[in-house]
């Protein structure tokens, strides 16, 4: 098998996944949960196989150096749906709210999705700029603290229906679907804990591709589009974080930023790519 047929796999079994965690709000059956998991984790375990695969691949062209599977944008499309699992199993592991997967999974199933779809899957000798072990660290701490972000961003969607179907019936708890939700103290709580974790992150992989382009290009910042959205990004969430410690921002103002935050973020990872013109232009 190639690694692509793999990640066919993994499509189907992100979006089997996200069905069952869907079905599971709908019929409040843990059962139902539990197997939405393990599919889950199926799918990224399968998913890890065909990024090793893929990674073989790359020594089997002609010419063919191997190197990390996340030099353009259909492998790092691939890249970034591994890490979104990875960081939804370990919360998952860790808090024990099977709801959450309902709105974190469908991230997952639409990247696999597009890449699957849409993507040039084609294998090339990396370009120069790209020849470095910098590209592996780069890549590896941006995606992981945008996954992260992602599913931050889908725990403040959870807060934001939770909430506003509290305030619709009063002040008691929502009953219904709702009722599988965490609580909006927990919902909050994840929210500003995966940004905890993301923002970190996404600050080492700023700093790694500031060396990565020092490298490259010979100055570590040129105020190219991706970099100047890089820091758009980082300045949204260190504001965040900084309006939580300080001020004590949470609840929906917090959801909200957390949403626009991860707006901005797949803006300065796709938008850049795809309609501005710069030194990352390759990464189209």
Known sequence: MTSGSYFNIVTISYFASMVLFIAFLA???????????????????????????????????????GYAPM??????????????LLIYLLIEWKYKQKAVGAFVLPFA?????????SLDSSI???????????????????????????????????????????EDVGR?????????????????????????IGFPL???????GAAWANYAWGTYWSWDPKETWSLIVWFIYAAFLHA???????????????????????????GVNLLLSGLHSYGS
Not at 38 to 65: D, K, N, S
Not at 110 to 116: E, I, N, R, T
Request: include cysteine; charged fraction near 10%; aromatic fraction near 14%.
């Open 172 to 196: 008691g708890k929502a009953g219904g679907v709702l009722s599988l939700f965490p609580s909006a103290k927990i919902l909050d709580d994840l929210n500003y804990k995966a940004i905890m």
């Open 124 to 166: 090339a000798p990396l370009v120069p700029a790209l020849q470095s072990n910098w590209l592996t660290y780069h890549v590896i701490t941006c995606f992981l603290g945008y996954a992260a972000f992602a599913v931050a961003c889908g725990v403040s969607i959870m807060y934001l229906i939770k909430v506003g179907r509290e």
């Open 27 to 65: 019929t409040k059956s843990f059962g139902v949960a539990r197997l939405a998991t393990w599919v889950a984790i199926l799918g990224f375990i399968l998913q890890t196989v065909g990024i090793g695969l893929r990674w073989y691949e790359t020594y089997q062209i002609p010419g063919g150096a």
């Open 109 to 117: 199933f639409l990247a696999m999705s597009w890449a699957q779809l």
């Open 244 to 270: 939580r410690i300080t001020r004590g921002w949470a609840g929906r103002r917090a959801a909200i930023l957390s949403i626009i935050g991860f707006a901005a973020t797949i803006f300065c990872y796709l």
């Open 202 to 208: 996404l600050s080492i992989g700023i700093i790694t």
């Open 71 to 84: 030099s353009n944008l259909y492998e790092s499309v691939v890249f970034f749906s591994w890490t979104i």
